[in-house]
């Protein structure tokens, strides 16, 4: 059997300790989050991402033992496992490796082979094979065929021809040379497509693949997305090319030993049945497979990044809000939220629809504004979104009390106020006013009301719905989880939604938890918690670091510092002098504290130090500071764009070819990569990330197709 820690320490390159240690915690129930953040000792400081390695090679590993064991067994059934078979089972290290060396012996439908075998022709081919040898005697397969006549097989042909299916099966069935020819394809293996004569040109959204190749090595996962989603859509004919003269040579070679002249032809015939028939189709499938899964990884990765830029945006702030939910003929419709997020108040306006109802809109804002000394708008960057925008520009230039007017992006929004959450939450409220209050707490504090969404409705994604779904969900929920739980969440405040996503916190914790404040009032202290119902001692500590209480009676339960260190804190303070109650003054300090003096058996410096790490700044949001753009007055719509003009805009997407940048026009421009900065950029994750805001320079404008060019270079 493998040796599973060993086999993950050495293709991770970590510490062999580590990995046993970690997957020891993963084992007994702790979260990667927490034992990213509190258990550095245990693991030698292991970071999510390695965890995460740990944790999905580790059941990749199990799943292929536990596979391993189910073909010893089935070959072990058919009298064939010998010591040799089996240790080349035992070390395989990948599943296709695997599934390679139980091929031979995998119960098959009724093939060509079988049937050959049934009348009685495995003799027959025994000895072509033994006749396979430099030193073979010079025979005439005709003559030797004369034997294996019979009622079962009447003429010669038949007789050759059934021989020849026998051993076309047993040469696509030897691993070494499927390894061999698998790799090969891959590494010079080219995608080619045409797009099928029923669409003339310029009539599909798959134009340029219409005559595309592309080496396996070196073709973009979102090329491979798109052109499998293109032969879905029967619009692409796709294959994949390779130099087939090669690989018959390669076969020849390892196959083909004779001299005879008439048993080397025959075999050649052989080859070419068996590669054409059996090997390329079902290495093709496999080198498809292969590399769809590659783009997937990919694909996930940017759609990872990408919605870990955007949770992770940086909040406005916890104020006044009104938030705009922009239209023309159905009217705006603006919501007010509190400083906590909480609805107070609805109204709709008609900003669009004709002087006299542009002046009612522009005193309702004032008298709103007013009422609620609002120091942010929110604007849904939709239809009218620009338009509203201009409106509320002119309203707040007439008054003393001027907010801060921000553009939101409203991707999911519709999606969020129909879902059941928005319902349970406002059930007495309309659709659109559901989805107004949602872009106002966008602004307010983007990851408390994102994890409200499907991540695949938010719209950073890269070919979301083509790839494996089962995956994608994975990967996304580990983001969220990794997000909140690097930001925290406010115990008293933050939704149900956000709390499930807090180390060691399942759905019935979480409504247990927000049912508990609503009978019982705010939580005073993070013990508190052991209270609630269901929540034990094990989540208690998997929890307990990432949940804040503002004001609560120890100032510890606001910060990352976790219950179990308090007394460490506690002796710190005490040797500095410094009344816990005020430990916020302790960062004039820190420079004086000798870690070395606070370590146990429990606790090492890595812990210590972020212990200090978090006193320099109890409470404080890790998130960057808050900036938003300014879009250009009289920029609209596609049509006003001219080339040359520079813009300020917001990156809304990232991709592995570029990025896409909201100008204000609802239609997003492409930067290329290779618009993105002055020098080479190979990835484009170095240079932007979502919710950036960019200056860019427009290129060029195509109306019809609604695409728009712009350029980051100076």
Not at 26 to 40: C, D, H, M, Q, W
Not at 301 to 307: G, H, S
Not at 459 to 487: A, F, M, R, W
Not at 627 to 642: C, R, W
Request: glycine share 6%.
């Amino acid at each position: 059997m493998l040796n599973i820690i060993q086999v993950i320490a050495t293709e991770l390159s970590l510490n062999i300790h580590s990995v046993e240690s970690a997957l020891n915690l993963l084992n007994e129930g702790s979260t990667v989050p927490f034992i990213a953040r509190y258990r550095k000792e245990v693991t030698g400081s292991l970071n999510e991402i390695e965890l995460r390695d740990i944790q999905e090679r580790f059941t990749y590993l199990q799943e292929l033992e536990n596979r391993k064991q189910v073909i010893l067994d089935g070959i072990a059934q058919q009298d064939k496992l010998n010591d040799t078979l089996k240790a080349q089972i035992l070390a395989c290290l990948q599943k296709n490796e695997l599934e390679d060396l139980y091929l031979p012996y995998k119960p098959k439908r009724r093939t060509r082979g079988a049937i050959a075998r049934e009348k009685g022709l495995t003799p027959f081919a025994e000895i072509i094979k033994s006749l396979n040898n430099p030193q073979s005697q010079v025979i005439s397969l005709e003559k030797e065929v004369q034997k294996y006549l019979g009622k079962e097989v009447t003429t010669i042909a038949d007789c050759l021809s059934g021989v020849a299916d026998i051993l076309a099966e047993e040469i696509a069935e030897i691993a070494e040379l499927r390894a061999y020819l698998r790799e090969f394809i891959l590494n010079n293996g080219t995608f080619i497509s045409k797009i099928k004569k029923d669409y003339p040109e310029g009539t599909t959204k798959f134009e340029m693949y219409r005559n595309f190749r592309c080496k396996l090595t070196t073709i973009a996962p979102h090329n491979i997305l798109a052109l499998f989603r293109g032969e879905t859509e029967k619009i692409l004919s796709v294959d994949i090319d390779f130099e087939e003269s090669t690989v018959f040579n390669y076969l020849e070679y390892k196959i083909i030993k004779t001299k005879n002249k008439e048993l080397k032809t025959f075999y050649q015939e052989v080859l070419k049945d068996s590669f054409n028939r059996l090997i390329k189709p079902s290495l093709i499938r496999d080198v498809r497979g292969e590399t769809k899964t590659w783009a997937d990884i990919e694909s996930i990765k940017t759609f990872e990044a990408n919605l870990r830029q955007l949770l992770l945006s940086p909040p406005a702030g916890m104020k006044p809000t009104m938030a705009i939910d922009p239209g023309f003929r159905t009217g705006c419709k603006v919501v007010i939220l509190s400083q906590t997020g909480q609805f107070l108040e609805y109204q709709a306006i008609f900003p669009h629809t004709g002087s006299q109802k542009r002046q009612i809109a522009t005193n309702t804002i004032k008298k709103l504004i007013q009422k609620y000394s609002i120091e942010l708008i929110a604007i849904g960057n939709g239809t009218a979104g620009r338009e509203t925008d201009e409106f509320i520009e002119q309203v707040i230039t007439e008054i003393d009390q001027k907010p801060v007017k921000v553009m939101v992006n409203e991707s999911g929004a519709s999606i969020y106020s129909a879902s059941q959450v928005a319902i349970s939450e406002f059930p007495d409220l309309d659709i659109t006013v559901r989805g107004a209050i949602s872009i106002g707490r966008r602004l307010q504090d983007p990851l408390a009301e994102l994890v409200k969404i499907d991540p695949k409705s938010i719209g950073v994604g890269q070919y979301q719905h083509d790839v494996d779904q089962k995956l994608l969900k994975q990967k996304l929920e580990e983001t969220v989880e990794s997000c909140v739980n690097y930001v925290g969440v406010d115990l008293n405040t933050d939704s149900q939604e956000l709390l499930v996503f807090v180390s060691g916190i399942n759905p019935t914790i979480a409504n247990n938890i927000v049912n508990y404040r609503n009978e019982k009032g705010t939580f005073k202290t993070r013990k508190e918690l052991l209270k609630v119902k269901k929540l034990g001692a094990k989540t208690f500590e998997l929890a307990a670091g990432f949940l804040r209480i503002r004001d609560g009676e120890n100032p510890l339960d606001n910060t990352a510092v976790h219950p179990e260190s308090y007394p460490i804190v506690k002796n710190i303070a005490q040797d500095l002098n410094i009344p816990l109650s005020k430990i916020a003054d302790i960062n004039t300090q820190t420079k004086n504290i000798d870690l070395k003096k606070y370590v146990t058996d429990t606790t090492g410096l890595p812990t210590l130090k972020d212990i200090v790490q978090e006193l320099e700044k109890p409470g404080r949001d890790p998130r960057s500071q808050f900036e938003y753009a300014t879009f250009k007055e009289g920029i609209k719509e596609i049509s006003d764009l001219k080339e040359g003009m520079e813009l300020e805009g917001v990156v809304t997407n990232v991709v592995n070819f570029g990025a896409f940048v909201d100008v204000g026009v609802h239609q997003d421009g492409l930067v290329h990569i290779s618009q993105l900065a002055d020098r080479f950029v190979s990835d484009t994750n170095e240079v932007v990330k979502v919710g950036q805001v960019v200056r860019v320079r427009v290129l060029e404008v195509n109306e019809k197709l609604k695409r728009i060019g712009l350029s980051m270079k100076n």
